[in-house]
């Protein structure tokens, strides 16, 4: 399994070639399933020509931002694929933000040009008309102001055929931008390099797709998890994928559209992995048959959720540690070589250490921060020096995330650094608390964080989301703390429980332990 490297690209690469090559080889064979429209890749390759028609005649140059706002259809992929194709940076915009964080987004990224599905005009509307640097709207479905352009018509009539811009392989590619804990969301470049890379040494030779393949993903194209899973490893072995522009949360929409759809490969959440174990009898009521692995990623999945997933559809899942700043995943289980609950081994491609503060290695089985080195990484938070300074350390990457090593070579999350816990003067994960009052029978989701007790010191406590048929009781919060006593040291137990409806997570599912810290 060898890594494909940066310097094995020509300089002058350009990522419309991971749509491009598989013309005319398998032009006639579908590219693209959806409930809007079906797509070959011939299909796919005239109309991202024509859209490239369509943004030069607008003015875009390369380098400039093209923002896509739309939920995941074939407009979305056509105007990413053609900006690209024209030395333009895609800007993949999340469907879920209030207008405040459109305003901030159009602004820090310059985007000069939007395409706005017309369902999430509202979140634009008021912020639209107050941007420095947006040129111009173009809106899929019906127009909202005298002079957006709708994007049927904007691109009728254009050449199918379209010059690439020629790019150099370290020219940026895509923006994305990602919530941090604090402050406003970091703006992440990555250059046309990263997209073959991701798709070879993680794509094709750890998760092994091959050309009869059909992707799906839960997590959306704005999410780089979504991208890469379900466009760009795809297409860069000639499968198709499945794109379901609705919202995903619902698990009987998952459901759906894998029954009707035949995905082989399925990217998800941990969280919605739980969500379709909730609905009832889920495998006899949708035919789930065409599945043949699993992945896993945006949050470390819990063994005993990996074993339920297994008992109840025996599938196995992949579960890998990806980020924006890597693009995609760098530590990841193998279909031939799966621990479940643990993210996996590096894989050829990424180097990792796990360091104390000082940035000394710590021993196996010692908690310590994650460093990640690997050619896709991103070399900047946009606009952001000493955040990035922080994060992108020359050669190594630091994630942010807390790790150690088993005795085996497996890598377990340990939470984030910001969500660790010192108890008694010992590190404490809450993720692997959480992992022991999930497994309990009565609890459907659960996040832990630090909390003072009275004597100031920082002990865990647990929120929890119970399944339906169980009722919020005192008798039930001892039962689970007694459940947790006895299945791992005392000392981690949470020393109180808090039942809640629902827990606060980001728009890509991740819970937000830190808005549990400041209730
Ligand atoms: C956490 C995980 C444990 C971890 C992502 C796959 O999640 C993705 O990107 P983000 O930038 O967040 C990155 C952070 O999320 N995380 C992700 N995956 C796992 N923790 N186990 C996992 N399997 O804290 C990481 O630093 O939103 C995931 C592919 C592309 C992505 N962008």
Redesign the pocket.
Known sequence: MKALRAADLPLDYNAVDILEHNLPARADNVALYSYERTLTFREVAEEVNRVGHALRDLGVRPGDVVGILCPDRPEWVTTFFAALKIGAVALGMNTLLTPREYDYILKDSRARVLLVHDSLWPSVADILDAQPFLEQVIVVGTPQRPDDIVYEQWIQGRPVDLERSPTHRDDFATLNY?SGTTGQPKGILHAHKDLPLCAHNWGLNVLGLRAEDRTFAVAKLF???GL??NLIFPWYVGASVVLFSGPPRVATNVLEVIDRFKPTILYNAPTSYAAILAVENFTEQYDLSSLRLCV??????PAPLWHRWKEATGLDII???????N???FISNRPDDIRPGS?GKPFPGYEARIVDEEFNDVPPGEIGNLLIRGETAALFYLHQYEKSRQTFLGEWLF???KYYVDEDGYYW?AG?SDDMMKVGGIWVSPVEVESTIISHEAVLECAVVGQEDSAGLIKPKAFVVLKSGYAPSDELAQAIIAYCTEHMAAYKRPRWIEFVDELPKTA?G?IQRFKLRQA
Request: aromatic share 10%; glycine share 20%; proline share 0%.
């Open positions: 990602s999410f780089t998890f890469g899973g896993s990623a945006g949050e470390a999945l579960d890998g540690i990806g980020s924006t700043e693009f995609h995943i993210s994630t942010g995330d999350h984030r890509t991740k």
